[in-house]
């Protein structure tokens, strides 16, 4: 073996592969999970199952005459959509483990964050197809009237998923090394859950009740702000849970 | 390149220069009971004493008020170990130093110690003066989940076996741990407020009697000293089974 | 095997160039100075005991752990260039592991690892390296219902779609029986023709001998031999790999 030579970069040729941005990338890996997804089906399924048995048990757990439905569904709606989306999160890097495909994701020319934006992308799709369902779902089954806010509705949907996306993707990064993953992701996600579901639950109530929305204002702003600072901190704290 | 701890003998002492600092195999053992201890569980009695006897008891809430002397410091305390979580969990990511990880689990046992102290103490305070065991005030909500962060910290590191990543995940979780608080008060103080006023963490002069104020800051300076006291034991106890497992390591041949 | 081609490769740019390499975990060693030159058509047989830190090194080169100290070229660029990612663009992984969606078909494997290559024609990339493997006829199977042998093939296929300079087989023979054996052999020899240089990590003396061009042991993270292939006698080697194995236990 030659001792090392003077390195010069090898020339590219006109054929030489684009590496794929971040954007890209991200998207690449985003369609590939969603690919898995609807190949099998089944995570998808049980999560969409377990919110509709979850809200059929909450609604017999509580006493009809002494609870109104109405006060009950917006809590309801958004602690299982929290549990539900938990499901969906769980096989997030489960498929990356089984037979060490994550080594070949982290091999390829990509930035590491890609790996991340893209499995938060996929699972937010899956949060929100659970979502299509589940909230029809409570208004049907808790006699609310979800229609006549369901635009804003849509808008705290999508708020509480991202927060929950952004969390829960880099908790199952993490949980799906250690030897309690499924125990792990939920008791690592559910305190950083707990302002969502707040802001979303005291929001819904408050404009089912035909309050003025700038009483649901305040809470929205928690969201809005923690959306922000997680989507960002967790992007950048991803990188950090690879072993490099 | 980072210091690696390995069976060397320490040259490099944590913190202060203490003369009970563990050396090669030749010295004794470190004292359990150190200077630092014994200094700690002092201040501690005094405090207790000062308490009891030496501090008139408060117009309105009786006797009862006094567990107030240990509950704020243990809440200050319990806060603060959590900031130096915090810290050296940049600390490590930032330079891979082990010894910056193994701060940050002391401080978080010693930190769950004394958030379980404020949430076992703050019952006790409540019921003579409000009648009810838990109240979902804005502060001791805020301790709850300080608590649950804690637990979910030592939890995420009791799953792990491999040093460098538990060091690693710990240190990410510690951050987002910490970032998570500034939330959780917001929306536990949008949410409902009874707790009492804050009668000394106000911006101007604080409105306790003067003798009820020392005792105040000498307490929670005593529990600053515990606090030091435990986490510079621990510490040093995790340095051991560094280093213990370090000479396992090498004992094994060649890995 | 390539007689005389050492002074053919000599001329061209190194495939990968490394110089005092080191990764330590904690205060673990696991490479402690590792120099190392490749060439195109060139293949190294590393061999050591486990533990050696074999695995580690091809990690370092297929840019999954970063060097604690020493530099790398792969390719002509640095490691470290551009995030690792120009580096990593030259570089092929096989393991024991297939790194496969078992869900997927090993079409959709093979076309996923061509589109984050960034190949321009992703699927006519992915056919050829499937067609390569001899497995186009299953290109539309689930992985999962392919024996393990098949895996392993389109698992290559994935490694090599991109056409890489430098193909790190990481125990790749494990689990594989005559014919997948038989059919590894095959493509490694023909990406070296090709012009790529292989380092192969494996247990097994005959099946790393057969292909390479040069061989190496590994001990305690460092080349203790480190020699050409035609300087190698095969019975000698064994027992001498024999002694070094043992010595450590």
């Given at each position: ?9 090898i ?50 757990a509580?006493?009809p ?8 569904a ?9 549990f ?30 890609a ?36 635009l804003?509705?849509?808008?705290i ?26 125990l ?17 639950a ?19 702003r928690?969201?809005?702000g923690?959306?922000?600072v997680?989507?960002l ?9 690879l072993?490099? | ?10 040259t ?61 410091p ?13 810290v ?12 910056a990880d ?32 838990w ?7 805020l ?5 649950f ?22 240190a990410?979780?510690g951050?987002?741990?910490?970032l ?61 089974r ?14 | ?32 100075g590792?120099s ?14 486990n ?18 100290a020493?530099?790398?070229?792969v390719?002509?660029?640095?490691l ?30 093979v076309?996923f ?34 024996s393990?042998?098949l ?52 247990h ?34 064994a ?7 043992t010595?450590?236990?």
């Amino acid at each position: 073996m030659s001792e090392s030579t003077v390195a010069r970069p090898i020339a590219l040729d006109a054929d030489a592969p684009a590496l794929p941005g971040l954007l890209r990338a991200s998207w690449l890996v985003a369609q590939k999970d969603l690919a898995i997804e609807f190949r099998t089906r089944t995570a998808f399924f049980s999560a969409l199952v377990f919110a509709l048995l979850g809200l059929t048990i909450f609604y017999f757990a509580w006493d009809p005459t002494a609870v109104a439905s109405i006060d009950l569904a917006p809590g309801v709606l958004w602690v299982i959509f929290t549990f539900s989306g938990l499901l969906g999160l769980q096989r997030s890097f489960g498929v990356e483990q089984a037979d060490r495909a994550m080594d070949a994701l982290l091999a390829a020319p990509v930035e590491r964050e890609a790996i991340y934006l893209g499995k938060a992308a996929a699972n937010f799709l899956f949060v929100a197809g659970v979502q299509v369902v589940a909230i029809p779902a409570v208004a049907l089954f808790y006699n609310v009237p979800l229609g006549s806010i369901w635009l804003s509705l849509t808008g705290i949907a999508v708020l509480a998923a991202l927060g929950i996306v952004a969390v829960g993707t880099l908790f199952s990064a993490m949980a799906v090394n250690t030897r309690l993953a499924e125990l792990l992701l939920p008791m690592l996600s559910l305190p950083f859950f707990v302002p969502i579901v707040m802001a979303a639950a005291q929001t819904t109530s408050r404009l089912l009740a035909g309050r003025p929305e700038s009483e649901a204002w305040p809470w929205l702003r928690i969201l809005l702000g923690f959306d922000l600072v997680f989507m960002l901190a967790c992007a950048i704290a991803f990188p950090y849970t690879l072993d490099e | 390149m980072t210091t690696p701890i390995t069976g060397r003998p320490s040259t490099s002492s944590a913190g202060g220069a203490d003369a009970n600092t563990a050396g090669d195999g030749a010295r004794s053992r470190p004292a359990l009971i150190d200077g630092w201890i014994v200094a700690a569980a002092l201040a501690v009695i005094a405090a207790y004493v000062r308490i009891i006897w030496f501090t008139p008891p408060e117009a309105t809430q009786g006797l009862a008020q006094k567990i107030y002397y240990l509950h704020l410091p243990a809440a200050l305390n319990a806060y603060l170990a959590f900031g130096v979580v915090f810290v050296t969990s940049i600390v490590y990511l930032w330079l891979h130093e082990e010894r910056a990880d193994l701060v940050a689990e002391s401080s978080a046992e010693v930190g769950l110690l004394f958030t379980t102290v404020v949430l076992i103490t703050g019952p006790i305070w409540a019921k003579p003066i409000w009648g009810t065991w838990w109240t979902w005030d804005a502060r001791l909500t805020l301790t709850l989940f300080l608590w649950f962060i804690y637990a979910g910290y030592l939890l995420l590191r009791g799953a792990i076996v491999e040093p460098s990543l538990r060091a690693r995940y710990s240190a990410v979780l510690g951050i987002l741990g910490a970032l998570l608080i500034p939330f959780i008060h917001m929306s536990v103080y949008l949410f409902r407020t009874l707790h009492p006023m804050p009668i000394v963490l106000k911006p101007d002069r604080p409105s306790l009697p003067p003798e009820m104020l020392h005792t105040l800051i000498f307490s929670f300076l005593a529990f600053v000293l515990v606090y030091l006291a435990l986490v510079r034991a621990r510490y040093r106890l995790s340095l051991e089974r560094v280093r213990l497992a370090a000479l396992e390591g090498s004992l094994e041949g060649g890995r | 095997m390539v007689p005389g081609s050492r002074s053919e490769a000599r001329s061209e740019l190194p495939v990968v160039e490394a110089e005092g390499l080191i990764r330590a975990f904690g205060g673990r060693r696991a490479v402690d100075g590792v120099s190392l030159t490749l060439h195109g058509g060139e293949c190294l047989a590393l061999f050591g005991p486990n533990g050696a830190g074999k695995t580690t090194l091809l990690r370092l080169l297929a840019g999954l752990l970063a060097p604690s100290a020493g530099r790398c070229l792969v390719g002509g660029v640095s490691l470290r260039a551009d995030g690792g990612r120009a580096a990593r663009s030259r570089v092929g992984l096989i393991s024991h592991a297939s790194m496969l969606y078992s869900a997927l078909t090993a079409r959709e494997n093979v076309e996923f690892a061509a589109r984050m290559y960034g190949l321009r024609r992703p699927a006519e990339a992915a056919l050829r390296a499937l067609k390569a493997m001899r497995v186009a006829d299953r290109a539309d199977s689930a992985v999962r219902a392919l024996s393990r042998g098949l895996q392993q093939r389109v698992s290559i296929a994935r490694a090599i779609v991109h056409e890489p300079l430098l193909l790190l087989c990481d125990e790749p023979y494990t689990g594989l029986d005559e014919v997948g054996s038989a059919a590894l052999t095959e493509a490694l020899g023909e990406r070296r023709a090709h012009g790529a240089a292989l380092l192969l990590v494996t247990h097994n003396l005959s099946e790393g001998l057969a292909l390479a061009t040069h061989a190496a042991i590994m001990r305690r993270g460092r080349f203790v031999r480190l020699e050409e292939r035609g300087q190698v006698d095969g019975a000698s080697y064994a027992s001498a790999y024999r002694e070094l194995v043992t010595a450590d236990v």
